[in-house]
T-cell receptor
Framework: AQTVTQSQPEMSVQEAETVTLSCTYDTSENNYYLFWYKQPPSRQMILVIRQEAYKQQNATENRFSVNFQKAAKSFSLKISDSQLGDTAMYFCAFMKQGGANSKLTFGKGITLSVRP | DTGVSQNPRHKITKRGQNVTFRCDPISEHNRLYWYRQTLGQGPEFLTYFQNEAQLEKSRLLSDRFSAERPKGSFSTLEIQRTEQGDSAMYLC????????????FGPGTRLLVL
């Protein structure tokens, strides 16, 4: 079974600054995907970024980038130039690649507050 | 592409009543998932369908819970004899297996059992 751990329950960052959210996971699988999802106070879960485990290059989406360390089973999210709209809960999630089992396993999430 | 929709958005019911939620996935998506999220926690997997076939059910899904996807399009999740512990947000997500498995979520149905 897979587990995802987000050990920081809350973080705060000043607008325009950079913040890094941590995530570690445990799996015996070699092929998988990792995701960061954002859930704003309105509660709809939105995909932020996705990483395929076979890719060595870290994924980037505009102000969002990841630091994927496969050997260490670490998957952190860096948010640059933080904006007030980034205030939300952020969830790290794991999915095994291939086969019939495509469920997401989520961490407990981290509440990020961006201060004006 | 109108996204994943869920109805109702909110449901208040009395303990012991039955409730049914509906999820309409993104139209071309062949996989549909149900998750449950309690306050301050990450979503937990309940069940998923590929087309009309229910391929996996979590141990969280007691025999009071049943899900269907009769024509491989929309899905319903029914909870019979609701209990206060069923109070949660029920999330639906869909994906297209051939497009790398990214799941897109609906807004959820918030259930409160009194």
């Amino acid at each position: 079974a897979q587990t995802v751990t987000q050990s920081q329950p809350e973080m705060s960052v000043q607008e325009a600054e950079t913040v890094t959210l941590s995530c570690t996971y445990d799996t015996s699988e070699n092929n998988y995907y990792l995701f960061w999802y954002k859930q704003p106070p309105s509660r709809q879960m939105i995909l932020v970024i996705r990483q395929e485990a076979y890719k060595q290059q870290n994924a980037t989406e505009n102000r969002f980038s990841v630091n994927f360390q496969k050997a260490a089973k670490s998957f952190s999210l860096k948010i640059s130039d933080s904006q007030l709209g980034d205030t939300a809960m952020y969830f790290c999630a794991f999915m095994k690649q291939g086969g019939a089992n495509s469920k997401l396993t989520f961490g407990k999430g981290i509440t990020l507050s961006v201060r004006p | 592409d109108t996204g994943v929709s869920q109805n109702p958005r909110h449901k208040i019911t009395k303990r012991g009543q039955n409730v049914t939620f509906r999820c309409d996935p993104i139209s071309e998506h062949n996989r549909l998932y149900w998750y449950r999220q309690t306050l301050g926690q990450g979503p937990e997997f309940l069940t998923y369908f590929q087309n009309e076939a229910q391929l996996e059910k979590s141990r969280l899904l007691s025999d009071r819970f049943s899900a269907e996807r009769p024509k491989g399009s929309f899905s319903t999740l029914e909870i019979q004899r609701t209990e206060q512990g069923d109070s949660a947000m029920y999330l639906c997500a869909s994906s297209l297996a051939s497009r790398g498995e990214t799941q897109y979520f609906g807004p959820g149905t918030r259930l409160l059992v009194l």
